[in-house]
């Protein structure tokens, strides 16, 4: 099993930066296929951005691509998400989920969920 923790979520004008990062707690990080996701007032969660165990493997939604960047360092259990070029489209709540799989391999469906980290991006 493992906790996680988003942190780094703040307001910031378009066309700016912001780095996300997730802190994760228990064992076998390495293990974990991890993703990050966002929600938007009024609107369904989207898939944003996936890395696979070793982050060998990377994926984005058509939304970010280009302009996100997902890494991981397990030595330190963290995930991240660069956001350059911020849009008021990526406002959201934004959150960091993992899954234990056996592969090196990016998913699209998680075990694990933070408590989200809200973005807000204004014009």
């Known amino acids: 099993q493992v906790q996680l923790v988003e942190s780094g979520g703040e307001w910031v004008q378009a066309g700016g930066s912001l780095k996300l990062t997730c802190a994760a707690s228990?064992?076998?990080?390495?293990?974990?296929?991890m993703g990050w996701f966002r929600q938007a007032p009024g609107k369904e969660r989207e898939f944003v951005a996936a890395i696979s165990r070793s982050g060998g493997s990377t994926y984005y939604a058509d939304s970010v691509n280009g302009r996100f960047t997902i890494s991981r360092d397990n030595a330190k259990n963290t995930v991240y998400l660069q956001m350059n070029s911020l849009k008021r489209e990526d406002t959201a709540v934004y959150y960091c989920a993992g899954r234990w799989i056996l592969g090196e391999y990016v998913i699209y469906e998680y075990d694990y969920w933070g408590q989200g980290t809200q973005v807000t991006v204004s014009s």
């Open positions: 228990g064992r076998s990080f390495s293990s974990y296929a």
